[in-house]
């Protein structure tokens, strides 16, 4: 079995804060208690296989004596809903048949902060990919005066998959065109997302040195390089608005990349795996994707050529702002795309991988026909790496 990778951030509480927290009955004036979570409440894990996940409760002060913490999972609907509005997440309940707690209550021991860990054995079989699970858990009492700051008694243990499928092969002059695109009036947009997987054999070495990846020329265009730019790094491309990346890329390496457009506030957003790299304000002309410069929206190429040399995967366009977290959540897969296409503006979706190819799984018709050499890898490649 593989090593889980566990990513928990502990919750540190000043004692100069401790007086503001003690009520007229006194119960917190030997502290507080909570789990053990980053800023959103999260304590999240990556599954390879089925195995354990620990996770644990600590106090804001060392405890004199042994305190027993309480705690229950909670299977309440709208306590779930509730935290995937407010952190613009869309996790699915953990089935209880896939998860099993060893306890429900924890120890801290008389000297220590941190409870003793507990383990909660994870069964990912059947996890639909693309989606995220949660257990949300609430802390119920503990066998002293401490407790929890009321509406801060809950956490949420988040179970991410690694995802493995096939990646298309682009070597230069292959690429994808969607013709149903032009003139669409759907993709005359005051927002937008768009964003994809990529990975780069080798950069463009003749003058503009551009690396096209996603978009139309001289509308809205994801690319590598420019003579305005070093050939590794990446741009976006368009009328009214251009940004290039602070970051340079290496080859053979993938990343998820996405640009995030506000035609109504003018802003303009480029993330690298989900962390902001390099913003700037746009022109009033708003986003067409429906356009045509030489070449149509296309993946991997742009002008009738520069052509991207590597591979390409999880291509999608949003007629919405998407969130850093939604970035990051959503880069592997979608467990649902018609219903994200009817809910939440998701105009094209792109697997790019054996099975689907160029299809659009929106079933908004915006299919992707292939040209050149275009192949596909075995169902090997993970997300994330």
Same mark, same amino acid.
């Given at each position: 079995?593989?090593?889980?990778i566990?990513?928990?951030?502990a919750?540190?509480?000043?004692a100069?804060?401790?007086?503001?927290?003690?009520?007229?009955e006194?119960? $917190?004036?030997?502290?507080?208690v909570?789990?053990q979570s980053n800023?959103s409440?999260?304590?999240? *894990?990556? @599954?390879?296989?089925?195995?354990?996940?620990t996770?644990?409760?600590?106090?804001?002060?060392k405890v004199?004596?042994?305190?027993?913490?309480?705690?229950?999972?909670? %299977?309440?609907t709208?306590?779930?809903?509730a935290?995937?509005?407010a952190?613009?997440?869309?996790?699915?309940?953990?089935?209880?048949?896939n998860v099993?707690l060893?306890?429900k209550n +924890?120890v801290?021991k #008389?000297?220590?902060?941190?409870?003793?860990?507990?383990?909660a054995?994870?069964n990912?079989d059947?996890?639909k990919?693309?989606?995220?699970?949660c257990?949300?858990?609430?802390i119920t009492g503990t066998?002293?005066?401490?407790r929890?700051?009321p509406?801060?008694? $809950?956490?949420f243990?988040?179970?991410? !998959? $690694?995802?493995?499928a096939?990646?298309?092969? @682009?070597p230069?002059g292959?690429?994808?065109?969607?013709? +149903? +695109?032009?003139s669409?009036?759907?993709?005359?947009?005051?927002v937008?997302?768009?964003e994809?997987?990529v990975?780069?054999?080798s950069?463009a070495?003749?003058n503009?040195?551009?690396?096209?990846?996603?978009?139309?020329?001289?509308?809205?265009l994801? %690319?590598? !390089?420019d003579?305005?730019?070093?050939?590794n790094?990446?741009?976006?491309a368009?009328q009214g608005?251009?940004?290039?990346?602070k970051a340079?890329?290496?080859?053979?390496?993938?990343?998820?990349i996405?640009?995030v457009?506000d035609?109504?506030k003018?802003?303009?957003?480029l993330?690298?795996n989900?962390e902001l790299?390099?913003s700037?304000p746009m022109g009033?002309?708003g986003?067409n994707l429906?356009k045509?410069?030489?070449?149509k929206? #296309?993946i991997?190429?742009?002008e009738?050529?520069?052509?991207?040399?590597?591979?390409v995967?999880?291509?999608r366009?949003w007629?919405r702002l @998407?969130?850093?977290t939604?970035?990051?959540?959503g880069?592997?897969?979608?467990?649902d795309p018609?219903k994200?296409?009817?809910e939440?503006?998701?105009?094209?979706?792109?697997? @790019?991988?054996?099975?689907?190819?160029?299809k659009?799984?929106t079933?908004?018709?915006y299919?992707?026909? *292939?040209?050149?050499?275009?192949?596909?890898?075995? #169902?090997?490649? %993970?997300?994330?790496?």
């Amino acid at each position: 079995m593989k090593k889980i990778i566990i990513a928990l951030s502990a919750i540190t509480l000043l004692a100069a804060c401790q007086k503001s927290l003690i009520d007229s009955e006194g119960l $917190y004036e030997n502290g507080i208690v909570a789990f053990q979570s980053n800023e959103s409440g999260e304590m999240a *894990a990556f @599954l390879e296989t089925s195995g354990p996940v620990t996770f644990t409760i600590a106090s804001s002060v060392k405890v004199d004596k042994d305190v027993t913490v309480n705690f229950e999972p909670v %299977r309440d609907t709208a306590v779930l809903a509730a935290f995937n509005q407010a952190q613009g997440t869309n996790y699915w309940f953990l089935p209880e048949a896939n998860v099993t707690l060893n306890k429900k209550n +924890t120890v801290i021991k #008389a000297g220590s902060a941190v409870s003793e860990p507990v383990t909660a054995d994870v069964n990912i079989d059947g996890f639909k990919n693309g989606v995220i699970y949660c257990l949300p858990l609430k802390i119920t009492g503990t066998s002293t005066s401490q407790r929890p700051v009321p509406g801060e008694e $809950y956490a949420f243990l988040v179970i991410r !998959g $690694y995802v493995y499928a096939s990646a298309a092969n @682009l070597p230069g002059g292959s690429y994808f065109e969607m013709p +149903t +695109t032009v003139s669409d009036p759907a993709l005359s947009l005051e927002v937008c997302t768009m964003e994809i997987r990529v990975k780069a054999n080798s950069w463009a070495s003749a003058n503009p040195f551009i690396s096209s990846v996603i978009g139309v020329e001289e509308n809205f265009l994801l %690319r590598f !390089g420019d003579i305005s730019c070093d050939p590794n790094q990446l741009q976006l491309a368009g009328q009214g608005v251009s940004i290039t990346s602070k970051a340079h890329f290496d080859t053979g390496k993938w990343y998820h990349i996405a640009v995030v457009a506000d035609g109504i506030k003018q802003t303009c957003d480029l993330y690298i795996n989900g962390e902001l790299d390099s913003s700037t304000p746009m022109g009033g002309k708003g986003i067409n994707l429906g356009k045509v410069y030489n070449s149509k929206f #296309a993946i991997g190429m742009s002008e009738k050529g520069r052509y991207l040399n590597g591979q390409v995967s999880e291509a999608r366009v949003w007629g919405r702002l @998407l969130s850093p977290t939604e970035l990051v959540n959503g880069q592997c897969s979608i467990a649902d795309p018609v219903k994200e296409a009817r809910e939440n503006k998701l105009l094209g979706y792109w697997k @790019l991988d054996a099975e689907n190819r160029g299809k659009d799984l929106t079933g908004n018709g915006y299919d992707g026909i *292939a040209h050149g050499s275009v192949t596909y890898t075995e #169902a090997n490649i %993970r997300c994330p790496e």
